[in-house]
C-alpha cells in the first residue's frame, strides 16, 4: 500500500478549503448545488442544501474522493520528478504514463466508491472498489459503468474495508479510505478537504441573504462530512449555528465516541440507512467533531423511512440515509418548529439508486 507521509498519527485538521473550491472552479460542470425552502413541518420552513444532483454523480461525494484522488497523483508525481502535475491539456506522455499505471483501492458504503472511481477515470488511473453484501447490487452497476472494478467482500461495510486495506497493501496500490485510524489519516483528510466546498458554498449563500440558520443537522456515516461541515461553520459563518450530528441507532459510533471519550463502536444490527452505517467513527472526524460543540441525534429505522417519504414528497426524491438530518428534525417539538427565529438547516445528501 501506498502512502504518503502517513507516519504519525495527526488526528488535527486544518483543510485548504480554497484550493479544494479552485480545484472544482476549475472544472466545467462545476456549479454549486441549489438551497431549497421546504415547507412540510408544521409552520417551519426548512432550508436544504440539495446534493442529490452534485457534479452528476448523485451524491456530495462527489466533491471528496475525486479532488483527494488529483491531490494524490500530484503529491506522487512531485515526490518522484519534483515537479507539478499539469492540468490534463498539458500534461506530458511520462505524466500520462505514471497516471495510468496507478490503481485506487477502496471500500465503500456506495457513494464514495462512486467517487473514487470517477475521479481515477477523469485522471486516467483505474481503481477497484469493495462492496459489502449490504450495499445494492444498483451500486455495483454504476462503478462497473465508470469503468472500475468491483469485489464483493464480506458481510458488513467493516468487513470491506479490512478487505480493500489488505487488498492495496498487498497488490502496492493506493489505498483511498473515507475513514481514518491510527496511522492512516492523510488522504481521508484531503476528502474531507474536498467536502469543504458544501459550507463555504453555504457561507456565500447566507453572506448574500443575511438568513443564517440557526440549526444545522448533519447526518453522518464513519464522520467526514459532518466533521469538514462543523470544522468550517465554527472557522469561519459569520452566525453561528447549533450543530446536530444524526446517526442511526444501530450505527451511532460518533456518538458512542463522544459518550466514552475515545473511539468507540456503534453496535447494532443492519440499517436501512445504508449509506450511515458504519460501526467505526473515523477517528479524524470524531477529533474534530469533540472540538465543535456539536450534539448528537439518532434515528430509529422507520424514522429514517419517514424522513425520506417526506423529503420525496416535498420535491427532493432522496433516500433515508438522504434524509436523515431532516428525519432529526422532524423530532423536535411543535413549539420550536412553530418558533419564527427557528431557521432549520439540513443536507439532502444523495439521490436514490
Ligand atoms: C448519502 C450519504 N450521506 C451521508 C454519508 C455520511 O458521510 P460520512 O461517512 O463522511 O459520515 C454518506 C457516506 O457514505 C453518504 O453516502
Known amino acids: 500500500m501506498f502512502c504518503l507521509m502517513d507516519m504519525t498519527d495527526d488526528f488535527s485538521f486544518a483543510p485548504d478549503f480554497a484550493a479544494a473550491r479552485a480545484f472544482f472552479q476549475a472544472r466545467d460542470d462545476y456549479q454549486p448545488t441549489p438551497v431549497t425552502t421546504l415547507k412540510g413541518l408544521g409552520g417551519c420552513a426548512v432550508l436544504a442544501k440539495d446534493e442529490t444532483n452534485r457534479l452528476g454523480l448523485g451524491a ?41 499505471a496507478q490503481t485506487f483501492v477502496c471500500a465503500s458504503a456506495g457513494n464514495h466508491g462512486i467517487g473514487v472511481a470517477a ?5 486516467g488511473a483505474k481503481a477497484r472498489i469493495h462492496l459489502a453484501d449490504t450495499v445494492p447490487e444498483s451500486f455495483a452497476d454504476r462503478l462497473r459503468a465508470i469503468g472500475a472494478s468491483v469485489v464483493r467482500s464480506g458481510a458488513i461495510y467493516e468487513d470491506s474495508v479490512a478487505a480493500a486495506t489488505k487488498d492495496a497493501d498487498q497488490a502496492g496500490d493506493i489505498l483511498l479510505a473515507d475513514g481514518t485510524w491510527p496511522g492512516y489519516t492523510v488522504y481521508p483528510k484531503w476528502v474531507m ?51 446536530i450530528v444524526v446517526e442511526p441507532v444501530s450505527a451511532a459510533c460518533l456518538q458512542a465516541s463522544h459518550l466514552a471519550g475515545k473511539p468507540s463502536r456503534g453496535e447494532g444490527p443492519e440499517s436501512i440507512m445504508g449509506r450511515l452505517d458504519c460501526k467505526d467513527p473515523s477517528i479524524v472526524a470524531w477529533s474534530v467533531l469533540e472540538r465543535c ?39 423536535a417539538d411543535a413549539k420550536l418548529l412553530q418558533d419564527a427565529s427557528f431557521r432549520p438547516l439540513v443536507v439532502i445528501s444523495e439521490r436514490p439508486a
Open 60 to 100: 456530495f461525494k462527489a466533491l471528496g474522493a475525486p479532488y483527494a484522488v488529483a491531490r494524490i497523483l500530484d503529491a506522487k508525481w512531485q515526490a518522484q520528478t519534483g515537479e507539478a502535475l499539469l492540468p490534463e491539456a498539458q500534461i506530458s506522455p511520462q505524466a500520462q504514463a505514471f497516471i495510468a
Open 293 to 331: 460543540d456539536v450534539r448528537y441525534a439518532t434515528l430509529t429505522e422507520a424514522e429514517g423511512i419517514g424522513a425520506s417519504e417526506q423529503v420525496t414528497s416535498l420535491g427532493i426524491p432522496t433516500t433515508p440515509s438522504g434524509a436523515a438530518g431532516f428525519g432529526a428534525l422532524m423530532q
Open 119 to 123: 475521479g481515477a477515470r477523469a485522471a
Open 193 to 243: 478537504e474536498g467536502y469543504c466546498v458544501i459550507p463555504e458554498e453555504l457561507r456565500e449563500t447566507f453572506e448574500a441573504s443575511g438568513q443564517w440558520p440557526t440549526h444545522v443537522y448533519l447526518q453522518a456515516g464513519v464522520g467526514g462530512l459532518a466533521a469538514a461541515m462543523a470544522h468550517m461553520i465554527r472557522l469561519n459563518w459569520t452566525e453561528q449555528p447549533e450543530l
